[in-house]
Structures are given as C-alpha cells and as structure tokens.
C-alpha cells in the first residue's frame, strides 16, 4: 500500500508554515507588502523549494509594484530565512528557497468577474425575450 503523502510534501508544508513566521517576525523591510504564502514545492532530491506568494498592496502602492518589491526583499533574504529554517527542520541539506508570484489567485479573481459579467448579461437579455413572446 502506498503512502498517503510523500516526504517532499511534508517538508514542503513544514517549509511554508515556518517560513510564513519567520517572514512576519524577522524580516523588517518597509518596501515588503502583506505577504502570504499560498504553497511551497520542494523538489524530489530536496535541493530547492518553490515558494509561492500571494501579495497585498498597502496604501497607494500599485499591486504591480508590490510584488515586485517583495519579490526582491525576499529573495535578498533567501539565505537569511533558509539558515532560520535550517534551525528548525532538521534535514540534511536545506533546500534553497526559490521565491515566485502565485499568479492563481488573480487568474481566479478575473474568471470570477468574467462569470459573473456572463451571467449578469445573460439576466439582462432575457426580461427581452420574454416580452417578445
């Protein structure tokens, strides 16, 4: 019988929990948004890790903006956050963290709204048809 989850998933889980921590406690960069972690890939042979971010712009920052500036604070603290989280997992080798925009949620959001206009439109059309009748 198989394993229910292989290892490189609960490393990758225990990587986005304590990273998510790590980041709110120790990384103190003004230009570093509301950032979430949305998923953590670690490769097969443990050498990297994935690391997804999803970010809130704060104030009258552009979204564009944003992500782009936490993108690089957090990949300058990548050998920062890798040594914390060498502290707490006890692996042989940490992996290196690799950190990109999880892009899934606004693909989400504009398939929500283009739904959404469809069937609003579709409502609309259709008090139209009827009076044809």
């Not at 490189?8 to 921590?21: M, N, P």
């Not at 998923?39 to 944003?66: N, P, R």
């Not at 042989?92 to 925009?101: A, G, T």
Request: no cysteine.
């Amino acid at each position: 019988m198989a394993r229910e989850f292989k290892r490189t998933d609960r490393v990758g889980d225990q990587i986005q929990r304590d990273l998510a921590v790590l980041i709110q406690r120790e990384i103190k960069d003004p230009r570093l948004g509301m950032v979430t972690i949305s998923h953590a890939k670690v490769s097969k042979d443990l050498s990297y890790a994935d690391i997804y971010i999803t970010v809130l712009a704060l104030g009258d920052q552009d979204e564009v903006e944003a992500i782009a500036a936490s993108l690089k604070v957090l990949r300058n603290a990548a050998g920062f956050l890798r040594a914390q989280l060498a502290r707490g997992i006890k692996l042989r080798v940490m992996p290196e963290l690799r950190f990109h925009f999880d892009e899934s949620i606004e693909r989400g959001r504009r398939l929500h709204s283009l739904i959404e206009d469809a069937y609003r439109k579709e409502n609309e059309r259709k008090p139209e048809s009827d009076n044809e009748e």
